[in-house]
């Protein structure tokens, strides 16, 4: 009966050790997650701005600089498509304020 025991002790361990693991892998998941979220948003933000600045320039399409306007959208583009999303989304709210669009919030 002493074997019995003791194997049950081993087996108690052992599912003790497997779950503080699986909350350990679990934690590190969320935080892994974190940053794709917020990746995720600035892309959509890069859409939004992408949005605004096409309706934008063909609104104002006459502004004095909306050939530089028009040069930054480029680059923001270029940003956005390239993991460079804050730049990018910077780089649209300035070429809106060269069309005077206030640019949309996040």
């Known amino acids: 009966m002493l074997q019995h025991t003791g194997s049950r002790n081993v087996m108690q361990k052992l599912g003790t050790s ?17 940053p794709l979220a917020g990746t995720t948003s600035r892309i959509v933000q890069c859409n939004r701005l992408q949005q605004q600045f096409a309706h934008a320039i063909t609104e104002h399409a006459e502004a ?25 989304i910077r780089a649209y709210a300035n070429a809106l304020k060269m069309l005077g669009v206030q640019p949309i919030e996040p």
Request: aromatic share 2%.
């Open 18 to 34: 497997s779950i503080v693991v699986l909350l350990a892998a679990l934690s590190l998941g969320a935080t892994a997650e974190q």
């Open 64 to 88: 004095k600089r909306a050939a530089e306007a028009k040069a930054l959208q480029r680059k923001a583009a270029k940003f956005c498509a390239g993991r460079r999303q804050a730049q990018g």
